[in-house]
């Protein structure tokens, strides 16, 4: 057998021992919530079929499903007679270079007969180049059927249409899985990440709204977070200041613009606006928004004048208001609640409410989002059904919590306490302690006899074992065994019965 | 958008509320017990390389590896030349047709200019079939460098030789992820499994095997397993008896025909023997290894007698031997251990103890597996490395534990109680409710005002919600609520306080 450089795909990542306690704290603390709130957990396949996912990610996003070959046709008839036409009709002259990950090339269509280039070469090289990009992404949907799951979302609307009549609806899932996207790695940025997304199909009270905010609140306050802003929007509001103007498609320039006011002022944004289109009209009747300030409530007020000519403004308000409502009977721990017209995210998919969630602790960028869409399952088929959903940036919490030092302490989940024996007598002489260790529901360890006892105090370092027990001649003599604190480094002779009474007193810490 | 009809690829699963809690359940036994015995869990990516997969499964198993189309250059100028050369030496005389999800053709190649078929045309065919497999596996190589895990060993020996100057040895590591295997789906047999691996590397010493053992034993009985069998063997004792003989290569056809002695009788396993090119001498040396029986200590000393001329053979009765000396200090559960000569699995990789477990109570295959190995590393270039290693088969433990009804009430896990009520006005007076059930870390719901109550019944009936609180007029007017008892339809009028005090008493149930 060869050997083989041990390496990993570029942007994917091994977890190792204390990542992966500290991943499954965020997870475990995110999935304690959601079940509190009658959240329930589903898990979908690694792999859908392509046409479930082709078309929902706009042409951008299909671009970076990753595709699974075909496991028997991955070379077939069509592919073999497409190919060859292409070669037959371009002949050797042109060949194409490497690509680039994003798809730019690297080195452009090598022309074998011409040189230096001419408009007319040029020309040929691009129809080549767009033949070729065409006959790849046949030749790809020819050889592949299957895909990675990017995102949660369309999985769960597939999953939604395919178990309607054994789901109890309002159907509120969860769902922690990791998805695939191919785009170029960089810091903070993977090919395979784990989402956390919580949603709720077929119910259109707000109540939904209001509990996905103490959702955040309480899963970030549990971890430890104390200073964050859940920011709320509603895409009705937006709509309504379109129709102020009459400027509906200029919406996100708009909210891109407001939301630089405290960077560039007023006259800043002015100026951004006049630069995109917008008239000294249209600046006139948008200032009040620009300059909206003040308290949620206070914004709600001045919204109430500046939308009153339009319905759709209006309901958005009304929304809004009734998810403040639905919140003031319950009491948030630590976040902020913010009203804020610039939040505009995915603004073609929500159509009612839409939050994000940012701390105010760290400069990073949103820890989470969501909001409420009105046709999720009708890509499947399914109409009319109306959700809600919200998604934590686990990857971003992580970094966070590692920022602020809000990860507890990893020993709780490890080994609590390893055997260090001097030999073959001491180790036979330590098994029924170890057993009785393990029976009180303590983690233990012995080292196997043969080493020498400061590789077997190093193990233990390594590995934040917090107290060892050392077993040699006097010990086994006297029935006192030699318990130190790794971290105190203090040492005691005590009987395996007072040891595991500190042990388990200093679990329960 | 079209709309596609929703559908998952052959082979894979959703797992809807229920099946989450009970795998759920599975996996946070088992890994309580690893937790306990100091394996620590990590997580590799889904994505390997290709290279470090190809050539570690033998060849039937390289063909079952699902590989990932490049995001870029899944056609290059390689497979252009390659395709457009292989079309051109065959023409369009020859086409091939569909294949089986075994690779096997379901028609034959359509040869246009000879019908019917001579033995020329039949090698001609042949030939191309043969080039066409040729062309389409460089293919392949060509477009994919990556691909998705095919089992948990692999990535974990690549993670250790990335990883060995993080590593503190011996290390032990757990990992439950799932793999992907092209295989033809059938019953009990999925493309998207989940594998439960613990192992030990860096440390040679038997206590790990007996320790094995032990988890096994724990793990089982936890899972509420009443009557399993442990089954050890140990390679150096097969290759003792092929020592014997004089036969190492057939070791496998001697411990199938062992394996049938219950069944075929003495006469039937010397027969089935013979068949196998083993002779009249061969059976003589044999019988005693054929007719092995009585307990485990019992078989032990007639292979003393039976191995005495084997150096191996006695190694592996002395491993046996100390793996039973170091399980006598601890005290099993539920598990029988039984020495069990016919055991071989996966036996070019073993190179010392065996095990494999069997439940007693439901006719299933092995529901476990493992053994030691002495170069799990070699492969990445980290030579001597030697380990051991167990694997959980979780998809046959659910189908055991379902079959004997050993899932543990769901309902612990799910909506504890639902807050039904009549309009708008109940519903502001349960708001508060709602929010002291959850600050009492009661998962609960209110089911949004606006559908009739009946309906809201049927909504926890089908999420298994035990319990409901009804508010109407009257409860708002006398503070008392309707608190039901949806299993058995009991119905009392209770303050507040006390329906928590209640739900919590049945929370610690």
């Not at 029976?439 to 196997?448: D, G, S, V």
């Amino acid at each position: 057998m060869a050997i083989i450089k041990a390496s990993i795909p570029k942007g994917t990542r091994d977890f190792g021992p204390v990542e992966m306690i500290r991943r499954n704290h965020i997870y475990d603390t995110i999935k304690s919530v959601f079940k509190k709130f009658g959240y329930q957990e589903i898990q979908t396949p690694t792999m859908e079929n392509l046409d479930t996912l082709t078309g929902k990610y706009s042409d951008e996003g299909d671009k970076l499903i990753f595709k699974i070959l075909n496991s028997v046709d991955y070379l077939n008839q069509n592919v073999i007679d497409m190919v060859h036409s292409f070669k037959n009709k371009y002949g050797d002259d042109y060949k194409v270079g490497k690509f680039r990950d994003d798809g730019t090339e690297k080195r452009a269509i090598i022309d074998n007969t011409l040189e230096p280039p001419t408009p007319e070469s040029l020309k040929k090289n691009k129809e080549y180049l767009d033949e070729f990009r065409r006959i790849q992404n046949k030749c790809a949907s020819e050889i592949c059927s299957k895909a990675l799951r990017y995102d949660l979302t369309v999985p769960f609307a597939r999953y939604v249409v395919m178990h309607q009549n054994e789901i109890a609806f309002p159907f509120k899932r969860f769902q922690i899985q990791p998805v695939w996207r191919a785009e170029r790695p960089q810091k903070g940025r993977y090919r395979e990440f784990y989402q956390c997304d919580a949603d709720v199909v077929g119910s259109n009270s707000l109540l939904n709204e209001a509990e996905f905010i103490c959702i955040y609140d309480e899963a970030l306050s549990k971890l430890g977070l104390t200073d964050f802003t859940i920011k709320i929007n509603n895409r009705k509001i937006l709509t309504g200041i379109a129709e102020l103007i009459g400027k509906p498609s200029q919406i996100v320039d708009l909210t891109v613009a407001i939301d630089k006011l405290d960077k560039i002022g007023l006259e800043g944004v002015e100026k951004e606006l006049l630069s995109k289109g917008f008239t000294a009209d249209d600046l006139h009747t948008l200032k009040p928004v620009i300059l909206l300030a003040g308290s949620n409530e206070e914004k709600l007020a001045q919204l109430d004048t500046i939308l009153k000519t339009s319905e759709n403004g209006l309901k958005g308000i009304a929304e809004i208001r009734e998810v403040f409502d639905y919140l003031a009977s319950f009491k948030l721990n630590k976040a902020k609640i913010e009203l804020d017209l610039t939040l505009a995210r995915g603004l073609n998919y929500y159509t009612g409410c839409i939050f994000e969630v940012k701390t105010n602790e760290v400069a990073m960028g949103s820890i989470g989002g969501g909001g409420r869409y009105d046709d999720l399952t009708g890509m499947f088929g399914l109409q009319n059904l109306t959700g809600a959903g919200i998604s934590f940036g686990a990857d971003r919490i992580y970094d966070v919590l590692e920022e602020l030092k809000l990860f507890p302490n990893t020993t709780q989940e490890s080994t609590k306490v390893l055997i260090c024996v001097f030999g073959k007598e001491e180790e036979k002489y330590a098994l029924p302690i170890l057993a009785s260790l393990r029976a009180q529901n303590i983690h233990a360890e012995l080292y196997p006899f043969g080493t020498k006892i400061k590789k077997q105090m190093q193990y233990a370092n390594d590995k934040n074992i917090p107290y060892v027990i050392v077993i040699g001649g006097d010990e086994m003599q006297s029935g006192k065994l030699t318990f130190k604190n790794m971290q105190s480094g203090t040492q005691e002779s005590l009987s395996i019965a007072e040891i595991i009474s500190q042990l388990n007193l200093s679990q329960k810490k």
